[in-house]
């Protein structure tokens, strides 16, 4: 089993990664968001049975990376790490679509037993066709398509990520609002619409005038 192990401490880092290939695990590490990227692929599928992530990294939030990789369709599961340790930093990192959270400092055999059960789990999840004209990059916040680079605020970033991630199906209104505003910051109905708006329009200025984001009254928003 591969797993990728995404952290900037290099002591950290060389810690995590010994304490798994002593489990027999075949471990790939990367120090930064955009190279953990370039290490899982443009997907929808990569060779990695899990990642290990660290939410602080130098050029990206890493909850940002692991929307960019569900965007792309990889599923596998995410254990993030972190030094938060607030409810809201938690839920966010769910909302992210992480699968496991373990807070700073913490003993390495307890990142292994967790990591563990997260394979055992396996954490099955339907495969998701990925829109492989588009990409998201984390550490720019900008989205990348046919007509070149749009530049995107990270709450857009977001926003699309969580489209991107679900392809043909509905996400509601709350969820949406959950992944754009991981703070949980109260946001009005009319400002969401407004996001979505400007989403619409840097899509096609991007090339990706082949997909669309539709609105469900009353529901939410679908990515085609």
């Known amino acids: 089993m591969q797993v990728l192990v995404v952290e900037d401490d290099d002591a950290l880092r060389g810690a ?6 002593e489990q027999d695990l075949v471990v790939t590490t990367a120090a930064d968001g955009s190279g953990a990227l370039a290490a899982v692929g ?3 599928g990569t060779s990695f049975g899990a990642v290990v992530l660290d939410i602080g990294l130098p ?6 990376v692991c929307q960019a990789m569900r ?3 990889i599923t596998v599961p995410v254990l993030f790490l972190t030094a938060r340790d607030q409810l809201h930093d938690l839920l966010s990192g769910y909302a992210a679509g992480g699968d496991e959270y373990l807070t700073k400092p913490f003993h390495v055999r307890e990142l292994v037993v967790r990591l563990q059960a997260l394979l055992r789990r396996g954490i099955p999840r339907t495969a998701v066709p990925a829109a492989t004209d588009l990409q998201l990059d984390p550490a720019a916040h900008a989205l990348d398509g046919p007509d070149g680079r749009q530049p995107l605020t990270p ?3 977001r926003l699309l990520a969580a489209l991107m991630a679900a392809p043909d199906d509905v996400v509601r209104r709350r969820d949406l609002i959950r992944a754009g505003w991981p ?3 109260r ?3 009319n400002t969401l619409d407004q996001y979505l ?5 840097k899509l096609a200025a991007a090339g990706g005038g082949g997909h669309t984001i539709g609105t469900v009254v009353g529901v939410g928003y679908r990515f085609r």
């Open 187 to 189: 946001v009005a109905d």
């Open 183 to 185: 703070d949980g910051a």
């Open 16 to 21: 995590v990664a010994r304490a798994l290939r």
């Open 71 to 73: 965007a792309r369709g």
């Open 197 to 201: 708006a400007r989403l619409r329009r």
């Open 59 to 64: 050029d990206s939030d890493g909850r940002d």
């Open 155 to 157: 709450t857009e970033f």
């Open 42 to 44: 443009p997907g929808p």
